[in-house]
């Protein structure tokens, strides 16, 4: 059963970036839809980015568009998130998720394999 391993989470100011990784754990993200999810303290966990199978398509929560940017490097088996400009809105801890087929999914319910998480906390 593949597994994601989340890395590169921390604390940075206002403004700043960060970049984030996802890993396969025991298999490969060949067949996978990649995504991210974050939860803050408080709050629910809510969709960030995703990534089709292909790459060829990426989707972003609005709250993020155009500070973020999702890839993925099939060479590499690895998954990225980065973030510039980051504001202490985006304080959280970053969930990497796996959906099998070609479109990520952009609610829980349709996430196949969750990471552990690594936590971005934004400093103002």
């Known amino acids: 059963q593949v597994q994601p391993v989340e890395s590169g989470g921390g604390l940075v100011q206002a403004g700043g970036s960060l970049r984030i990784s996802c890993a396969a754990s025991?298999?490969?993200?060949?067949?996978?839809?990649m995504g991210w999810f974050r939860q803050a303290p408080g709050k629910e966990r809510e969709f960030v980015s995703g990534i089709s199978w292909s790459g060829g398509n990426t989707y972003y929560a609005d709250s993020v568009k155009g500070r973020f940017t999702i890839s993925r490097d099939s060479a590499k088996n690895m998954v990225y998130l980065q973030m510039n400009m980051l504001k202490p809105e985006d304080t959280a801890v970053y969930y990497c998720?796996?959906?099998?087929?070609?479109?990520?999914?952009?609610?829980?319910?349709?996430?196949?394999?969750w990471g552990q998480g690594t936590k971005v906390t934004v400093s103002s």
């Open positions: 998720a796996a959906t099998t087929g070609i479109i990520p999914a952009t609610s829980e319910s349709g996430v196949g394999y």
């Open positions: 025991g298999g490969t993200w060949r067949n996978y839809a």
